[in-house]
């Protein structure tokens, strides 16, 4: 009865934190500058065992990074588009960070400049499960918002 009560509660943690691994990292970008306002996110999905301890994938100076990096093309700009690029990728055991896919656009020079931006980060730290690295899937928003004048 102990075993079960306890595969159920490790059960609902596995749950839990596959379900609520939403980070804030991204800042908007207003008028090609970033911003620190909420929404752009960081979001970790990873199939987790219920005995196995595991710490996420992780960028140190992220926000550092995208701030000095992420650029506003001048296209978007001037033509007036603002929205969010969705992008997944994987953070591999040796912290590279590959398979980079866009997975819902905002326009060709928006998802182009978020590729490019993840194309050339350095290494992250990578998701660890029993102390070991593994590869981890990482789902990443990017907002793009113009101020109005």
Same mark, same amino acid.
Request: proline content about 5%.
């Given at each position: 009865? @102990?075993?079960?009560?306890?595969?159920?509660?490790?059960? /609902?943690? %596995?749950?839990? %934190? =596959?379900?609520?691994?939403? /980070? !804030?990292?991204?800042?908007?970008?207003? *008028?090609?500058?970033?911003?620190?306002?909420?929404?752009?996110?960081?979001?970790? %999905?990873?199939?987790?065992?219920?005995?196995?301890? $595991? *710490? *996420?994938?992780?960028?140190?100076?992220?926000? *550092?990074?995208? $701030?000095?990096?992420?650029? &506003?093309?001048?296209?978007?700009?001037?033509?007036?588009?603002?929205?969010?690029?969705?992008?997944?990728?994987?953070?591999? =055991?040796?912290?590279?960070?590959?398979?980079?896919?866009?997975?819902?656009?905002?326009? &060709?020079?928006?998802?182009?400049?978020?590729?490019? /931006?993840?194309?050339?980060? !350095?290494?992250?730290? !990578?998701?660890? $499960?029993?102390? @070991? !690295?593994?590869?981890? @899937?990482?789902?990443? $928003?990017?907002?793009?918002?113009?101020?109005?004048?």
């Amino acid at each position: 009865m @102990k075993t079960i009560v306890s595969l159920a509660i490790a059960s /609902l943690c %596995v749950w839990a %934190v =596959a379900n609520a691994q939403i /980070l !804030p990292y991204f800042s908007q970008i207003e *008028n090609g500058a970033l911003t620190s306002e909420e929404v752009p996110a960081l979001e970790f %999905v990873d199939e987790l065992s219920a005995s196995g301890e $595991r *710490n *996420n994938a992780w960028f140190p100076g992220l926000k *550092n990074y995208v $701030r000095t990096n992420l650029r &506003y093309p001048s296209a978007a700009r001037e033509s007036g588009t603002e929205g969010v690029v969705r992008v997944e990728a994987t953070v591999k =055991a040796d912290g590279k960070l590959t398979d980079i896919q866009i997975t819902e656009g905002l326009s &060709y020079s928006c998802d182009k400049e978020v590729t490019r /931006l993840l194309a050339g980060m !350095p290494a992250w730290n !990578p998701a660890h $499960r029993d102390g @070991k !690295p593994i590869d981890q @899937k990482v789902y990443l $928003r990017v907002r793009f918002k113009l101020k109005p004048f």
